[in-house]
């Protein structure tokens, strides 16, 4: 649990905070055997839709989980190099703006 909690929190882009631990409520078996529940069902419906995480190989086809429609080369490309495109675009607007100041 906390490695999967711990995992959303980093993909949230919040860090690790510290949380206090309710002991009673931590370690009664039905809230163990409800935690284990919705674990298992986490993991069930990553394994039906593929697991949004990982990144795709270079011959690999995006496409969307819920509707399994396949996303163009194009699309794909842009969304796999979106980093790149974005600091291109602030490096031009930068330059433009801030270091020859057209307007």
Known sequence: MLAITNLHRELAGL???SYELDVNRA???AATEFEEANIRSILD????NENP???PTTDSRLHNIQTKEVMTDDIRNQLLNAE???K???ESLRKERFCEKNS
């Open 15 to 17: 860090g690790t905070t």
């Open 53 to 55: 995480f990982t990144t």
């Open 84 to 86: 790149k495109i974005g």
């Open 45 to 48: 419906v990553i394994e039906r």
């Open 88 to 90: 291109v675009a602030y």
């Open 27 to 29: 370690f009664s078996m």
